[in-house]
């Protein structure tokens, strides 16, 4: 095996398997949730979407993170590495303070945008609200997850994250069904998850940073740099979190017609979607920590080279996974649901969100390419071209003979296709290769 591969390997393979425990948090929700009933689904699948929105918007504080201690480490300076890491740590405390006071407050509304009717919504509010409670941990956890991926290490977020939701499922199955709870039992579970998980992965960055005399405290101008560098990213997030939302109204709008059924299919395929993404995205991960390293030593070959392979690495991993989604089309309904309406309606989507795949773990792997170099500023108006392409075809799918079938075509090949064209064209250039400590503005 090439040294090359070894390294992508090295990083990639927990990366992988840490990155589809993540999604089991939603995946366990769902499949417990699910046989509650129909409607608990698709409320679940209304709140799910909005917390992963606001989550969503915040993954700068890993993804920066990630890159700007890598590029420190690449150029041989540890402490400073780890001082930046720990600000980034601090300026995620604040954000999720933030964003649960508003979440909480504004839960009625944000679900109400919806419009899924009363008893849908009863749910959603149920969960969401108490869900919100675990937004603060949710953000340390990606600053802290960000710091140690920039140091190389892949390992400990696996540890965490395995442990994690190894907790959730039972904590949701003894909440929900031992206690009688319901969906609000599910909700409750997964905060204190989340909390335990934040706490192992935060005291692993204090004792780096003690080990290296990295100062813990918070640092105002340090927390204001990290803050003013995310913004391009924030507005590339918000831009394709914006798409997804999109697309969730345009099955809402499939959706009036009938009953739940159209909703809870969506929400099942966008949850298979999103793990097969978090898994297609541990070749993204190991590319935002080798390419800050490679380009903060000054690697600009390597830093090609390494490009080179990780693409291929993205759309062999795309074929398997697709194969993979296609094969248990079939047959994986039954995890979520006994409503035999929503299991046939499940096998089409999932026919087309496979064959989207090899595309996805190509543009995966260049975003992540582009999030290590810093380029986030192309990010930025790459996202908000791709939102302009994928937004009217969304809608006019949903007015299509069979809609929801035909939303999934467009997310899987306008959404993803504009992302692709993008991030090839720019990947073929030089603007992005900015070597040294300091990330590219």
Known sequence: ????????????????????????????????????????????GVAAVVLQTVVGLCVFLAYGTTASVARHLGAGDTRAALAQGVDG???AVLIGTIATIGGVVLTPSLVGVFDTGAEVADHAETYLAIAFLGTTPLLVMLAATGVLRGLQDTRTPLYVAVAGNG????????????????????????????????????????????????????????????????????????????????????????????????IATHQIAITLWSFLAFALDAIAIAAQALTGRALGSGDIDGTRRLTRRMV?????????????????????GALFTTDPEVRSLLVPVLLVAALGQPLAGVVFVLDGVLIGAGD??????????????????ALWAATLP????????????????????????????????????????
């Open 312 to 332: 291929q690495w993205g759309w062999g991993s795309g074929i398997v996974a697709g194969a993979a989604l296609a094969a248990v089309s079939p047959v994986i």
């Open 167 to 262: 907790l959730n499922i039972v904590l949701n199955v003894v909440l929900v069904y031992g206690l009688g709870i319901g969906i609000a039992g599910s909700a409750i579970g997964s905060v204190i998850a989340q909390v335990l998980s934040a706490v192992w992965l935060v005291a692993v960055v204090v004792r780096a940073a003690r080990a290296h005399d990295a100062p813990l405290s918070p640092d105002p101008s340090g927390i204001r740099a990290a803050a003013h560098a995310a913004v391009a990213l924030v507005v590339r997030t918000l831009a394709l979190r914006a798409c997804l939302l999109v697309g969730t109204y345009a099955v809402t709008r499939v959706a009036t017609e009938g009953t739940d059924v159209t």
């Open 402 to 441: 069979h809609g929801l079938v035909a939303v999934w075509v467009a997310m899987a090949f306008v959404f993803m296709g504009a992302r692709g064209a993008l991030l090839v064209h720019r990947a073929r250039s030089e603007r992005w290769m900015v070597t040294g400590a300091t990330l590219a503005r």
């Open 89 to 91: 740590v601090w300026l």
């Open 1 to 44: 095996m090439k040294p090359v591969d070894r390294e992508i390997l090295r990083l990639a393979v927990p990366a992988f398997l840490a990155l589809v425990a993540e999604p089991m948090f939603l995946l366990s929700d769902a499949a417990i949730v699910g046989h509650l009933g129909t409607p608990e689904l698709a409320g679940l």
């Open 376 to 393: 986030g500023t192309y990010l930025a108006w790459a996202g908000l071209v791709v939102l302009a392409a994928y937004a009217p075809a």
